[in-house]
């Protein structure tokens, strides 16, 4: 035979509540827990409603200076002034178009008579006004390499002609 024993499990809803002198306490009745719990809450309601229907308190009503405030915030964000007239618009000027660098190129090279380097051309760029570096530090590569891209893609319809190395000319397209 074995000397272990086979333990019983006893849960929380097993056990009996014991006083004192092994006297066991009687449970309570579900409904006197629920008709207390339901009192407060009863009470806890009747509370909310009293401060609801009463209105606002002292704290929360604003100032003369507080509600003319909002009149005028609520009038600005209907587009009107506090009177109820509309607030007059201020037309925006329209932002001028930004010519890129290979645009003003091809004005540049179309204006000049003799071929130009893409060093000579960012110059002449940036002394009428056309256009200006960001800030780069090799403008002219860019350039020298946008127009080679664009006269390899579109050939004799584009804004540029090669005229020698590294020198440029007003193509067909200008």
Do not use: C
């Amino acid at each position: 035979m074995s000397t272990k024993t086979k333990k019983t499990s006893s849960t929380p809803a097993m056990k009996r509540a014991v006083g004192p002198g092994g006297k066991r306490i009687p449970k309570r009745k579900p409904d006197a827990a629920v008709s207390s719990t339901e009192r407060r809450r009863k009470a806890a309601l009747a509370e909310i409603n009293g401060r609801l229907e009463g209105g606002r308190q002292d704290h929360e009503v604003p100032s003369e200076k507080e509600s003319a405030n909002n009149a005028n915030v609520e009038a600005a964000a209907k587009g009107k002034t506090a009177n109820g007239e509309k607030a007059p618009k201020t037309p925006k000027a329209p932002k001028p178009k930004r010519v890129s660098a290979l645009d003003a190129a091809a004005q540049v090279l179309a204006a000049s008579e003799v071929p130009m380097r893409a060093k000579e051309m960012i110059a002449a760029m940036e002394t009428k006004g056309l256009w200006r570096s960001p800030g780069g530090k090799t403008p002219e590569a860019t350039l020298y390499a946008a127009i080679i891209r664009e006269i390899a893609a579109k050939g004799t319809a584009a804004r540029f002609k090669k005229h020698e190395r590294g020198i440029f000319v007003a193509g067909k397209g200008a």
